[in-house]
């Protein structure tokens, strides 16, 4: 069975500060994606960065960054420069090759102080 | 250009009703998924469309839910007989392609309440 965990319900950080969100994952493929998505108030799934199982280079995306562990099964999303904006609940997913669906983990709302 | 487009934003019904939700995909995406989400909780996965294909339906919780996609398009999930543990939002997605490796984009959802 695939699954996507995330141990972190809630975190806040203050603004301009460095955050990261834990995610890992199991899964028997070796043909797999890894995504964070982010979701405002406004529901809206919004894309925020992808992995490629196959790739050791991390993805970034502007301050958004990962740690992807292969062995450790482990991927977590780093946040720089926080911004208000930033305040989300955010969504770690595995995309397997063999099937269409995502599995998601159980979010981690995330909170920007000013 | 437009995004997935889902109606209605919110539906109110009672127990015992049957509701259908609609889900337009951006245009040209051959892929579309419904997903349900709880009240703070993660996303679980419902049903997938590609092209032609039959659909898999694994996750579909009862014989009450069914989903079709006329000519590989818009697609409309109806419940029949709700039931109060039917009130989630329900959120559709659509990619370029199928599989896994495509990242999906969502629309904004139908939040539905069962009274």
């Known amino acids: 069975a695939q699954t996507v965990t995330q141990s972190q319900p809630e975190m806040s950080v203050q603004e301009a500060e460095t955050v990261t969100l834990s995610c890992t994952y199991d899964?028997?493929?070796?043909?797999?994606?890894l995504f964070w998505y982010k979701q405002p108030p406004s529901r809206q799934m919004i894309l925020v960065i992808r992995?490629?199982?196959?790739?050791?280079q991390n993805a970034t995306e502007n301050r958004f960054s990962v740690n992807f562990q292969k062995a450790a099964k482990s991927f977590s999303l780093k946040i720089s420069d926080s911004q208000l904006g930033d305040t989300a609940m955010y969504f770690c997913?595995?995309?397997?090759?063999?099937?269409?669906?995502?599995?998601f983990g159980q979010g981690t709302t995330l909170q920007v102080k000013p | 250009g437009a995004g997935v487009s889902q109606s209605p934003s919110n539906k109110v019904t009672e127990k015992g009703k049957d509701v259908e939700l609609r889900c337009d995909p951006i245009s040209g995406h051959t892929a579309l998924y419904w997903y349900r989400q709880s009240l703070g909780q993660g996303l679980e996965f419902l049903i997938y469309f590609q092209g032609n294909s039959a659909p898999d339906k694994s996750g579909l919780p009862s014989d009450r839910f069914s989903a079709e996609r006329t000519g590989g398009s818009v697609s409309t999930l109806t419940i029949q007989r709700t039931q109060q543990e039917d009130s989630a939002v329900y959120l559709c997605?659509?990619?370029?392609?199928?599989?896994?490796?495509?990242?999906?984009?969502f629309g904004d959802g139908t939040r539905l309440s069962i009274l």
């Open positions: 997913a595995l995309g397997s090759g063999n099937t269409g669906k995502l599995i």
């Open positions: 997605a659509s990619s370029p392609e199928g599989g896994g490796l495509q990242p999906q984009h």
């Open positions: 899964t028997s493929e070796n043909n797999y994606y």
């Open positions: 992995q490629e199982a196959y790739k050791q």
